[in-house]
């Protein structure tokens, strides 16, 4: 009796090795070059559900990006050119600061306005009208009545404001007789008043300072930047005084600082400047 199993079992062995074999070339000829030898065979014989697209489920839908709402236009500015600077040539201005100057007295009332200030204080001055003696001269002026029943020596006081035609006042005088009598005594508080009355229209504070000795009928003096103050009585009659208020004559360096503030005497500066 003969026994044949082995060499059945070695041929099964046998072809299960040589179709497994053949099946991973098939499988790798089909899913070589990214599967395209399927494809081809799944289009050519209509075998969809050898198509690997169809296997693969689709890709889910990207999401969709809200559009953004769109800006409204910028408004449109204006560009302005700045201007350009005109600047000064330097050597206009070389040696400036230590050019010579001095300090400036101005009458910081007119005329008109100081003569009118005057008559507020209870002294019947004139209105600022030009001189019959000058015609290139304005003034006003105020005489204290006489008296009827005049003393021998009766109290007077005269006040006079001159000045030019465009209104600056040029000095002021006063002239007052003041005896020592009830009548004199009441007018020399008048003649105070007056004063005080006009050095606070000129706003020259530092002439308070003699009012003091004008209130003692004492001789004074006063000359500050400028601006002159002098009263005295005369020399024949102590009784008898003279006020004087003007600007000083100026000097080289008062007339050089008062040029440079004097807007009307200053150069046109070129139109390219």
């Not at 697209?53 to 500015?77: H, I």
């Not at 070389?94 to 204080?121: D, H, M, Q, T, Y």
């Not at 006079?160 to 465009?166: E, M, Q």
Request: hydrophobic letters at 45%; charged letters at 20%.
């Amino acid at each position: 009796m003969t026994v044949s199993l082995p060499r059945r079992r070695s041929r099964v062995v046998f072809w299960l090795s040589a179709i497994a074999i053949l099946s991973a070339i098939v499988a790798t000829a089909l899913l070589a070059n990214d599967k395209r030898n399927l494809r081809m065979i799944a289009e050519h014989y209509r075998l969809s559900w050898l198509d690997p697209g169809a296997l693969t489920p689709p890709p889910p839908p990207a999401p969709t990006k809200l559009a953004a709402p769109a800006r409204p236009p910028a408004p449109a500015v204006a560009m302005t050119q700045p201007k350009a600077e005109r600047l000064i040539p330097p050597h206009l201005l070389a040696g400036l600061p230590n050019a010579p100057s001095a300090f400036l007295r101005r009458w910081k009332v007119s005329g008109k306005l100081l003569c009118s200030r005057i008559a507020e204080a209870g002294f019947a001055v004139s209105p600022w009208h030009q001189s019959d003696m000058d015609p290139a001269t304005f003034e006003c002026s105020y005489q204290s009545p006489a008296s009827d029943n005049a003393a021998p020596e009766q109290p007077s006081l005269f006040v006079i404001v001159r000045g030019s035609a465009a209104g600056d006042v040029g000095n002021i005088r006063i002239k007052a007789i003041l005896p020592e009598t009830p009548a004199g005594d009441a007018l020399k508080l008048k003649f105070q008043a007056l004063f005080r009355a006009i050095v606070r229209q000129t706003q020259w504070r530092d002439m308070n300072d003699a009012a003091d000795h004008i209130d003692r009928l004492e001789n004074i003096t006063q000359s500050a930047f400028g601006a002159r103050l002098m009263f005295a009585h005369e020399f024949e009659d102590p009784k008898r005084f003279n006020l004087i208020i003007d600007l000083e004559r100026p000097n080289d360096i008062q007339r050089t600082t008062a040029t440079f503030f004097d807007r009307a005497k200053w150069l046109q500066l070129p139109a390219h400047l």
